[in-house]
């Protein structure tokens, strides 16, 4: 898969950690976890950008499962 042969081509001598992850891979992971974007972007300013840059593009937003809306009266009028 195209996630193993990006961690294969980075050296044994280095160890692979969030900051140093490939763009490729940190878009994959975007992608299919897309409910934790704020989490993601909290991680680095590049990751920030990254993820940004990923959900720039509508087709990749998460879904909206459910709204519920709903009208609540003011404290102290009923």
Do not use: Y
């Not at 980075?10 to 934790?36: C, E, R, T």
């Not at 590049?46 to 990749?60: A, D, F």
């Amino acid at each position: 898969s195209m996630v193993s042969s990006i961690a294969k081509s980075m050296s044994s001598s280095h160890d692979i950690n969030l900051l140093n992850l490939n763009s490729d891979v940190i878009q994959i992971i975007a992608k299919i976890s897309p409910g934790n974007s704020t989490s993601m972007q909290m991680i680095s300013p590049r990751w920030n950008n990254i993820v940004k840059n990923h959900l720039s593009k509508r087709t990749n937003r998460p879904i909206i499962n459910a709204f519920i809306f709903g009208i609540q009266p003011m404290l102290g009028q009923t």
